[in-house]
């Protein structure tokens, strides 16, 4: 029932991040000219910030092109913009055969929070959208079950917006001017 | 209770009762609720509902320094607290771009490879209780009893650990510590034989897991597995082998893979990353580099005692790590970590202030559970309980 596979470590090709930014970077441009807004190297990952609008389809094509064959989504999650405006999702990508990874960033205003989801792409959007959602108001347009996950249903805010701090908003002894800033 | 549902082929009228298994029932193993609509004893569908104990650690990460985010990670998959701890540290550390020297890799990989094999044993040896077999969850439990007595010996803790520090180990490990290892792995292969005797080629337990809860590679992928149970599914895949971290490039082992991610493949899988944690144990012990504890980075290494007490500038870098004054460069990274049951990331982006601006944590049990559903329909109620508590689902890093 049970093999053991010799899997010697770094017996397996690891690309270098530089060298994914640019395959990725340039597949993309070739394929959806202007979707990119901005394409960085963030210490080892190669991250590339899409136009909302056009996320799914490069997304897809991340997934299904036979050469880029990003399969595995390790990660979804949101994130809020420091001014407060814009809302994010961010999906960490894998191509385990090859080893490489990717940062896929997209940000869109807080006024018209929806991007089409992605459970059509992998299952294991599922939940991951149903947090974000349930932690930013993030409307995954498309999602099977878009409804609160960790959070009890007659819950009325987003909480890990920023507008809702944590802590009791009276107390002054945990101000930053008391640590120096 | 209820609902009825008409079958259009048959025009027969077919009735399904509902069953809710948890949110507390002993055999969950934790805080988790399932509505399970069921065809006599047979699963025809399932509703997970979670969040029991959700804490929002991500919320409370937000106003936290980086040092005081440690014990909020051993709340996490508390069953192998170290290796969340040692992933929020490389997280921090891979931030701030400190050197760390071979040394702590190794001490930390002592450490991980240890919690690796209590959270196994715990998973494996809830198998055999769930297959009726108590006596070797009893008799296991008295091993990993032995490493939380190694964690105690260096770190003062024994469950949830807050093990080392940002930059390495407060202090080095007492020979008592390194004597309890010894014994350790000594006498736990021949407990393990003795277990895995009990089970592995039981016929008992062989009709009970085999074809229980099993589900298929591309399954697996889809659904974003990671860790023993993506291995039982035959896909080697493993953290320490593709992005290696903590000097696991230096330890020879092989990686296990089941062949149709059953729960008697992610029970023999397990068995034997316990057996490979035993030789990359011994391997570290064997190679330990001689060198500091620690990394050079006063900024975040809190200074010997000795020196807060006789020196000015110690006492001020101890004053501002206490209050979390360190300068933190702003950034954002991802560190994955091969935790006891898949992938754990910590995806953090830092502002250059006193706290993480955002920080998400991947949890890996979060991410495989939501397939829990299509792995139990059509089998029977002690198959799913059999199916959940070979997932390994820890009701702390599911709801986070």
């Known amino acids: 029932m049970i093999l053991t596979r010799a899997a010697k470590v770094g017996a397996r090709r690891i690309i270098m991040s530089k060298d994914t930014l640019d395959l990725v970077k340039g597949r993309i441009e070739e394929k959806f000219e202007g979707a990119i807004v901005q394409a960085e190297l963030l210490y080892d990952f190669a991250v590339i910030t899409l136009e909302a609008d056009r996320t799914h389809a490069v997304l897809q094509f991340l997934k299904e092109d036979a050469e880029l064959n990003f399969h595995f989504l390790t990660d979804l999650t949101g994130m809020q913009t420091a001014d407060e405006k814009q809302l994010g999702v961010i999906y960490h990508l894998h191509n385990m055969p090859k080893n490489i990874r990717v940062r896929i960033k997209t940000f869109f205003d807080m006024s018209k929070p929806e991007i089409p989801t992605v459970t059509d792409l992998w299952e294991a959007s599922n939940w991951m959208e149903r947090e974000t959602y349930d932690f930013y108001g993030v409307r995954f347009i498309g999602h099977p079950n878009l409804k609160r996950i960790l959070n009890v249903d007659e819950m009325d805010i987003f909480p890990l917006r920023k507008e809702y701090p944590l802590e009791d908003q009276t107390r002054e002894d945990k101000e930053d001017w008391n640590f120096g800033r | ?400």
Not at chain 2, 27 to 43: P, R, S, Y
Not at chain 2, 58 to 71: F, N, S, V
Not at chain 2, 330 to 354: K, M, P, Q, T
């Open chain 2, 1 to 400: 209770m209820s609902n009825k549902e008409t079958t259009g082929a048959a025009e027969t009228e077919k009735e399904y009762s509902t069953l809710n298994l948890g949110p507390t029932h002993p055999a969950t193993h934790g805080i988790f609720q399932n509505v399970l609509k069921m065809d006599g004893e047979i699963i025809h569908d399932a509703t997970p509902t979670i969040g029991y104990i959700h804490r929002a650690f991500e919320k409370l990460a937000e106003r936290r320094p980086y040092a005081q985010i440690t014990p909020l990670t051993d709340r996490m998959n508390y069953c192998s607290s170290p290796i969340n701890n040692m992933g929020w540290h490389m997280t921090v550390e891979k931030l701030i771009r400190a050197e760390i020297p071979k040394r702590v890799d190794y001490l930390r990989v002592i450490v991980m490879e240890l919690s690796r094999i209590s959270d196994h044993i715990i998973c494996n040896t809830i198998i055999g209780q769930d297959t009726g077999a108590t006596t070797g969850f009893l008799y296991l439990f008295q091993w990993r009893e032995h490493i939380y007595d190694i964690f105690e010996g260096i770190c003062g803790a024994r469950l949830t650990t807050n093990i080392g520090r940002i930059g390495g180990f407060d202090r080095e490990w007492s020979q008592q510590v390194w004597d309890r290892i010894d014994a350790f792995l000594t006498g736990f292969p021949k407990a393990l034989d003795e277990f895995n005797g009990l089970l592995e080629r039981n016929r008992i337990f062989m009709d009970r897991t085999i074809k229980c809860g099993s589900i298929s590679a591309e399954r697996a992928l889809a659904y974003s597995f990671t860790g023993p149970n993506l291995r039982a599914a035959g896909v080697d895949y493993d953290v320490r082998v593709a992005s290696p971290y903590s000097s696991y490039q230096d330890f020879d082992f092989s990686i296990p893979i089941g062949t149709s991610g059953d729960t008697y493949d992610r029970f023999t899988v397990r068995q034997e990353e316990m057996r490979q944690s035993m030789s990359i144990i011994r391997q570290a012990i064997k190679n330990l580099p001689a060198g500091p504890c620690h990394a050079d980075i006063p900024d975040f290494f809190l200074p010997p005692k000795q020196e807060v007490y006789n020196n000015m500038e110690a006492l001020i870098y101890h004053f501002k790590i206490v209050m979390g004054e360190t300068e933190v460069p702003a950034g954002e990274v991802y560190h994955c970590v091969e935790g006891g049951n898949g992938e754990l990331g910590f995806y953090l982006i830092s502002d250059g202030g006193r706290t993480p601006y955002r920080l998400h944590f991947r949890r890996p049990c979060f991410i495989y559970y939501q397939a829990y559903p299509e792995m139990i329909k059509g089998q029977m109620l002690s198959d799913a309980i059999l199916t959940m508590s070979s997932m390994n689902v820890i009701a702390g890093e599911l709801d986070a």
